[in-house]
């Protein structure tokens, strides 16, 4: 599959426009995807640590939901990011 990336750039840099290669709203989604994307993948194992930790005790509530809630921040700044810039 990486034999063919110079070809595809040679195409895209033949077609002589100055239009990005993919619109603004692609972009956007694309980032706020991958943003929830990464989330998904840090809250796998965050999530069942945090249930196993309250279940052996109790005071460790705010401190799981902290850590659950921590990786959701990367949805959040993707979408200010998207909305200021």
């Known amino acids: 599959m990486l034999e063919i990336a110079p070809e595809l750039a040679n195409v895209v840099l033949q077609e002589g426009s100055n239009a990005p290669a993919i619109p603004s709203a692609s972009a956007a989604a694309l980032a706020v995807g991958l943003a929830a994307f990464g989330a998904g993948y840090a809250e796998r194992g965050i999530g069942s640590a945090a249930v196993g930790a309250v279940a052996e005790d109790e005071d460790l509530f705010v401190t799981g939901l902290i ?19």
């Open 67 to 85: 850590f659950t809630v921590l990786p959701e921040t990367l949805v959040i700044l993707a979408l200010v990011t998207i909305f200021l810039v």
